[in-house]
Structures are given as C-alpha cells and as structure tokens.
C-alpha cells in the first residue's frame, strides 16, 4: 500500500503526528495515513461519503476511519482479505478525492502527470 502510494504524482510521506504514523500528502493535503506497527494493520484512506458507507457494508476489512471524521474517511484493514485491485483502487480514489479540492493551477499540474495523453 505504500508502494501504491508513493506511486501517484507529487506524493510525499511525512510524519506530523509522530514517528509512528506515517501520512501521505499530494501538494501537502493528506490522503492516506498508517501506522505500519499497529495491528491489525490498517491504512486510513478518504473516501465519498456514499461509496464509504458501501464498503462497510460490504466488506468487514473496511471500517468507519480509526481517528478520523468517520463519514469522510475509512480505515481499510490490510488482512488479506480485500483483493489487491480495489486497494489500489481505494488509494487512487483518495488521492483523487484529495487532487479535486486542490487549486486549479495545482490540480491542472498534477492530473497532466496522472492521465497523460
């Protein structure tokens, strides 16, 4: 999950909360945060309000997000139980989510990287 993080354009990996939590910014606007010693190992990831409450119903590995606004952000457990396509999936989902609220000059630069064509 880190991996696909660090994946998408102009992310970065920072640790304000703390040497144990690492928080994955796109132009210093979180989008994902984990605490890789915590178990059971989770990634917190923001999410449309409707499709998160959708993925809770569906999947147990996705619950309201642990020390987040829970309407906005879910933490999604990281059991082997979710197939590796909708995690990346969910990753992508957050970023973009992250990328729509940023300024346009920004967000124009950084989705040019993302899609180019």
Same mark, same amino acid.
């Given at each position: ?7 998408? $354009? %102009?992310?970065? %990996? @920072? ?8 928080? #994955? ?7 994902? *945060?984990? &605490? !890789?010693?915590?178990? !059971? ?6 999410? &449309? $309000?409707?499709?998160?409450? &959708? ?19 879910? @933490? ?6 979710? $197939?590796? *396509? ?8 957050? #970023? ?18 993302? &899609? $180019?064509?």
């Amino acid at each position: 999950m880190i991996e696909c993080c660090m994946s998408l $354009p %102009e992310v970065e %990996e @920072t640790i304000p909360f703390g040497p144990d939590v690492l928080v #994955y910014k796109v132009a210093g606007k979180m989008f994902a *945060a984990t &605490d !890789p010693q915590r178990v !059971p190992i989770g990634m917190n990831l923001k999410c &449309d $309000p409707d499709r998160a409450l &959708d993925l809770r119903d569906q999947y147990d590995a996705v619950q309201p997000g642990w020390h987040m606004n829970k309407r906005h952000w879910n @933490t999604v457990g990281l059991n082997g139980t979710l $197939p590796d *396509a909708l995690l990346h999936d969910l990753v992508e989902h957050s #970023y973009r989510l992250v990328l729509a609220g940023l300024k346009k000059d920004v967000r124009k630069r950084i989705e040019a990287r993302l &899609d $180019p064509s």
